[in-house]
């Protein structure tokens, strides 16, 4: 078994399709890291114990070709941004607000 280090705004649910192929092995990742759970943040200076046999191997190849590391944690300036300037009063037509 090997370990690994996050990227910044990876979650737990991007390093399982990173290194598995699917979301669908959480729970294997979890079972083999247990000072990590579902809903707390992971850290980018903690390792993650990683090594079981991909479920999706054409998916994990895919990233690994390409250097991709899924990384869909929203930063605190999106946060902020989602928070306080969303809703309509913030959209543009045709851009964010298409009417068909």
Do not use: C, W
Request: hydrophobic share 35%; aromatic share 12%; proline share 2%.
């Amino acid at each position: 078994m090997e370990t690994i280090r996050p990227q910044q705004n990876q979650n737990i649910l991007d390093i399982s399709l990173q290194e598995y192929g699917s979301i669908e092995t959480v729970f294997d990742l979890l079972e083999d890291n247990d000072q990590f759970n579902l809903t707390e943040d992971i850290s980018v200076y903690e390792d993650l114990k990683v090594g079981r046999e991909a479920f999706k191997k054409d998916i994990v190849e895919y990233y690994n070709s390409r250097n991709l590391k899924p990384a869909t944690e929203l930063t605190e300036e999106e946060q902020f941004l989602l928070d306080n300037f969303s809703g309509i009063d913030y959209m543009i037509i045709e851009d964010d607000f298409i009417i068909y």
